[in-house]
């Protein structure tokens, strides 16, 4: 089961099974937190609560959302070379999606900003939202400082030590 913690915004427009207390994810990344772009057409941003990865995906159907999310999420791992048997094993973890309100400020925060540098690029990637993804996940984020600076180097550094163990 994966926890999505949704913005008002996002929440507003995705029909969802709401998270009980006490559900936490179970998958290697843990929780996500999304929200919905004001583009033409809406796009969603997911970003990982651990890795600080990004994640556009198209939002029409919206009622399909979180069943493609998965495969979303999928694609960009394989863009970051995420072996497959990870892969495969995280995906199947996130066949149940479970949405709740935000908890975390500086991953709202972080969203916030990745939103902004969207803009920025998005003329750059007009149809491309893999590319996008993968783009933004080498930007520097403050609450990486003292790891691993970027979210694609984040998420390295997790897929290893979830290897290793």
Not at 155 to 165: D, G, K, M, Q
């Amino acid at each position: 089961m994966v926890i999505i913690h949704g913005t008002q915004r996002f929440r507003d427009r995705v029909t969802a099974t709401p998270a009980a207390d006490g559900d936490t994810s179970t998958t290697i990344l843990g929780a996500w937190y999304a929200t919905v772009l004001r583009w033409r057409p809406a796009v969603p941003l997911f970003v990982n609560a651990s890795t600080l990865l990004p994640v556009f995906m198209s939002f029409a159907p919206t009622r399909t959302l979180l069943d493609r999310f998965p495969a979303a999420v999928a694609e960009v791992l394989a863009a970051h070379g995420v072996p497959t048997a990870v892969i495969t094993e995280e995906t199947a973890a996130m066949s149940t999606c479970r949405v709740a309100p935000t908890a975390n400020r500086s991953v709202v925060g972080t969203m916030s900003d990745f939103s902004f540098l969207a803009d920025h690029h998005r003329g750059d990637f007009a149809n491309d939202l893999l590319g996008l993804s993968v783009q933004l996940a080498e930007t520097p984020c403050s609450p990486l400082y003292k790891r691993h600076i970027s979210p694609d180097r984040e998420l390295a550094a997790v897929i290893e030590r979830y290897l290793a163990s």
